[in-house]
Protein backbone atom coordinates (compact mmCIF):
# COMPACT_ATOMS: atom_id res chain seq x y z
CA UNK A 1 0.00 0.00 0.00
CA UNK A 2 1.41 3.50 -0.53
CA UNK A 3 2.16 6.23 1.95
CA UNK A 4 0.04 8.86 3.53
CA UNK A 5 2.18 11.25 1.83
CA UNK A 6 1.58 9.78 -2.10
CA UNK A 7 -1.95 8.78 -1.17
CA UNK A 8 -2.64 12.15 -0.60
CA UNK A 9 -1.08 13.56 -3.70
CA UNK A 10 -2.77 10.92 -6.12
CA UNK A 11 -6.03 12.32 -4.42
CA UNK A 12 -5.61 16.03 -4.18
CA UNK A 13 -2.63 16.79 -7.01
CA UNK A 14 -2.81 15.01 -9.75
CA UNK A 15 -5.85 14.44 -12.43
CA UNK A 16 -8.17 11.83 -11.83
CA UNK A 17 -7.08 8.62 -13.43
CA UNK A 18 -3.48 9.71 -14.37
CA UNK A 19 -2.25 6.30 -12.29
CA UNK A 20 -4.13 2.90 -13.15
CA UNK A 21 -5.04 1.01 -10.11
CA UNK A 22 -2.10 -1.09 -8.37
CA UNK A 23 -1.63 -4.41 -9.77
CA UNK A 24 1.50 -6.85 -9.77
CA UNK A 25 0.74 -7.57 -13.85
CA UNK A 26 -0.09 -4.87 -16.19
CA UNK A 27 -0.79 -5.92 -19.84
CA UNK A 28 0.98 -2.32 -21.36
CA UNK A 29 -0.19 -2.00 -25.27
CA UNK A 30 0.86 0.54 -28.35
CA UNK A 31 -1.98 -0.01 -30.02
CA UNK A 32 -1.53 2.84 -32.91
CA UNK A 33 -2.10 1.10 -36.98
CA UNK A 34 1.44 1.08 -37.43
CA UNK A 35 2.42 -1.22 -35.60
CA UNK A 36 0.86 -3.22 -32.50
CA UNK A 37 2.21 -4.49 -29.36
CA UNK A 38 1.57 -6.11 -25.88
CA UNK A 39 3.90 -6.13 -23.08
CA UNK A 40 2.65 -8.59 -20.00
CA UNK A 41 4.73 -6.88 -17.34
CA UNK A 42 4.63 -8.58 -14.23
CA UNK A 43 6.04 -6.70 -10.95
CA UNK A 44 6.62 -7.57 -7.48
CA UNK A 45 6.92 -4.61 -5.26
CA UNK A 46 4.05 -2.05 -4.42
CA UNK A 47 4.19 0.26 -7.29
CA UNK A 48 2.73 3.26 -9.44
CA UNK A 49 1.61 2.86 -13.33
CA UNK A 50 1.16 5.78 -16.04
CA UNK A 51 -0.66 3.16 -18.90
CA UNK A 52 0.24 5.43 -22.00
CA UNK A 53 2.21 8.26 -21.03
CA UNK A 54 2.38 9.43 -24.23
CA UNK A 55 -0.99 10.92 -24.72
CA UNK A 56 -1.08 12.59 -21.05
CA UNK A 57 -1.05 15.90 -20.18
CA UNK A 58 2.35 16.64 -18.96
CA UNK A 59 4.57 20.03 -18.13
CA UNK A 60 3.12 22.95 -20.30
CA UNK A 61 6.16 24.59 -20.44
CA UNK A 62 8.51 22.69 -22.12
CA UNK A 63 10.04 24.13 -26.26
CA UNK A 64 7.73 22.87 -28.44
CA UNK A 65 9.92 22.75 -31.44
CA UNK A 66 10.62 19.10 -32.77
CA UNK A 67 14.41 19.55 -33.05
CA UNK A 68 14.98 19.46 -29.21
CA UNK A 69 11.93 16.50 -28.43
CA UNK A 70 11.25 17.84 -25.58
CA UNK A 71 7.06 17.04 -26.05
CA UNK A 72 8.12 13.15 -27.15
CA UNK A 73 7.36 10.71 -24.57
CA UNK A 74 7.61 7.01 -23.43
CA UNK A 75 4.99 4.62 -23.84
CA UNK A 76 4.66 3.49 -20.52
CA UNK A 77 6.07 4.41 -17.28
CA UNK A 78 6.54 2.51 -13.75
CA UNK A 79 7.52 3.63 -10.30
CA UNK A 80 8.47 0.84 -8.69
CA UNK A 81 9.27 0.67 -4.76
CA UNK A 82 12.48 -0.29 -3.47
CA UNK A 83 14.38 -0.28 -0.21
CA UNK A 84 16.16 2.80 -0.62
CA UNK A 85 13.23 5.31 -2.68
CA UNK A 86 11.49 3.85 -5.87
CA UNK A 87 12.97 2.55 -8.83
CA UNK A 88 11.81 4.45 -12.69
CA UNK A 89 10.87 2.46 -15.27
CA UNK A 90 10.07 3.93 -18.86
CA UNK A 91 9.46 1.74 -21.34
CA UNK A 92 9.26 2.63 -25.12
CA UNK A 93 7.19 -0.04 -27.37
CA UNK A 94 8.67 -0.31 -31.61
CA UNK A 95 8.21 -2.68 -34.51
CA UNK A 96 11.86 -2.14 -35.26
CA UNK A 97 14.88 -0.15 -33.92
CA UNK A 98 17.17 1.45 -36.24
CA UNK A 99 20.03 4.45 -36.16
CA UNK A 100 17.23 7.10 -36.68
CA UNK A 101 14.46 5.54 -34.56
CA UNK A 102 17.37 5.45 -31.80
CA UNK A 103 18.48 8.76 -32.12
CA UNK A 104 15.32 10.91 -32.81
CA UNK A 105 12.84 9.22 -31.38
CA UNK A 106 14.03 7.00 -28.30
CA UNK A 107 16.52 9.13 -26.78
CA UNK A 108 14.72 12.39 -27.13
CA UNK A 109 11.82 10.53 -25.62
CA UNK A 110 13.75 8.35 -22.49
CA UNK A 111 14.85 12.02 -21.52
CA UNK A 112 12.00 14.21 -21.37
CA UNK A 113 10.20 11.40 -19.80
CA UNK A 114 12.80 10.74 -17.13
CA UNK A 115 12.58 14.74 -16.71
CA UNK A 116 9.24 14.58 -15.88
CA UNK A 117 8.89 12.04 -14.00
CA UNK A 118 11.46 13.54 -11.58
CA UNK A 119 8.49 16.45 -11.53
CA UNK A 120 6.32 13.85 -11.01
CA UNK A 121 7.93 12.54 -8.52
CA UNK A 122 8.44 15.87 -6.24
CA UNK A 123 4.87 15.85 -6.36
CA UNK A 124 4.05 12.32 -5.13
CA UNK A 125 6.83 12.69 -2.17
CA UNK A 126 9.09 9.96 -3.33
CA UNK A 127 12.96 9.89 -4.27
CA UNK A 128 13.77 7.97 -7.32
CA UNK A 129 17.02 6.19 -6.65
CA UNK A 130 17.34 3.79 -10.01
CA UNK A 131 16.59 4.11 -13.73
CA UNK A 132 16.06 1.58 -16.23
CA UNK A 133 14.71 2.01 -19.86
CA UNK A 134 13.09 -0.54 -22.05
CA UNK A 135 12.67 -0.41 -25.95
CA UNK A 136 10.44 -3.40 -27.16
CA UNK A 137 10.73 -4.24 -30.61
CA UNK A 138 10.38 -6.88 -33.33
CA UNK A 139 13.29 -5.79 -35.86
CA UNK A 140 17.32 -4.46 -35.87
CA UNK A 141 17.24 -2.18 -38.41
CA UNK A 142 20.99 -0.69 -37.45
CA UNK A 143 22.74 -1.88 -40.97
CA UNK A 144 24.72 1.16 -42.50
CA UNK A 145 22.42 0.72 -45.80
CA UNK A 146 19.07 1.78 -42.79
CA UNK A 147 21.23 4.65 -41.67
CA UNK A 148 19.43 7.87 -43.14
CA UNK A 149 19.63 9.49 -39.76
CA UNK A 150 20.89 13.51 -40.44
CA UNK A 151 24.97 13.10 -40.20
CA UNK A 152 24.76 16.05 -37.80
CA UNK A 153 23.23 13.60 -35.61
CA UNK A 154 26.19 11.68 -34.56
CA UNK A 155 28.42 14.80 -34.15
CA UNK A 156 29.13 15.63 -30.38
CA UNK A 157 28.86 19.03 -28.89
CA UNK A 158 31.86 20.84 -28.63
CA UNK A 159 34.39 18.78 -26.28
CA UNK A 160 31.76 16.19 -26.30
CA UNK A 161 32.87 12.09 -26.35
CA UNK A 162 31.51 10.85 -29.36
CA UNK A 163 29.35 8.00 -29.53
CA UNK A 164 28.01 4.92 -31.85
CA UNK A 165 24.26 4.27 -31.45
CA UNK A 166 25.07 0.42 -31.69
CA UNK A 167 28.65 -0.20 -29.94
CA UNK A 168 28.26 2.05 -27.47
CA UNK A 169 24.70 2.22 -26.41
CA UNK A 170 22.59 -0.59 -27.91
CA UNK A 171 24.86 -3.85 -27.75
CA UNK A 172 26.13 -2.49 -24.51
CA UNK A 173 22.59 -2.16 -22.58
CA UNK A 174 22.82 1.73 -21.60
CA UNK A 175 22.07 4.97 -23.40
CA UNK A 176 23.36 8.43 -22.88
CA UNK A 177 21.07 11.02 -22.24
CA UNK A 178 22.78 15.08 -22.95
CA UNK A 179 21.47 16.88 -20.15
CA UNK A 180 24.30 19.46 -20.97
CA UNK A 181 25.89 16.91 -19.06
CA UNK A 182 26.44 13.55 -20.10
CA UNK A 183 23.95 11.20 -17.74
CA UNK A 184 24.14 7.16 -18.37
CA UNK A 185 21.41 5.16 -17.51
CA UNK A 186 20.43 1.02 -18.01
CA UNK A 187 18.27 0.17 -21.24
CA UNK A 188 17.27 -3.04 -22.00
CA UNK A 189 16.07 -4.41 -25.11
CA UNK A 190 12.94 -6.84 -25.16
CA UNK A 191 12.56 -8.63 -28.12
CA UNK A 192 9.19 -9.44 -28.87
CA UNK A 193 7.63 -12.09 -31.25
CA UNK A 194 4.91 -11.33 -33.84
CA UNK A 195 1.46 -13.23 -33.72
CA UNK A 196 1.10 -14.29 -36.93
CA UNK A 197 -3.19 -14.47 -36.87
CA UNK A 198 -3.25 -10.72 -34.74
CA UNK A 199 0.27 -9.17 -36.26
CA UNK A 200 0.23 -7.77 -32.95
CA UNK A 201 4.04 -7.77 -31.46
CA UNK A 202 4.02 -9.76 -27.58
CA UNK A 203 6.54 -10.30 -25.10
CA UNK A 204 7.13 -10.10 -20.89
CA UNK A 205 9.04 -8.34 -19.05
CA UNK A 206 9.47 -9.73 -14.82
CA UNK A 207 10.64 -6.63 -12.32
CA UNK A 208 11.31 -8.52 -9.21
Known sequence: MYTERV??????????????DMQHNYH????????????????????????????KKKCNFLRPD???????????ILFEQVDDGWRLHL?????????????????PKVRTSYLTSLAIADFLGIKITDIVAYT???EEKFSANS?????????PPLGKKARDPVKDEWEKD????????????VHKRIKMNK??????????????
Open 7 to 20: QYAIDNFIMEHYFL
Open 28 to 55: LKEEKDSGKSDLDVTIKSDNLCIYNFDD
Open 174 to 185: QLFLELGEEFKI
Open 91 to 107: IEMKSSVGYNTWLESIK
Open 136 to 138: TYD
Open 66 to 76: KKRGMQKSVDH
Open 147 to 155: NKTNPRAFV
Open 195 to 208: DEKTGVLLGNLVIS
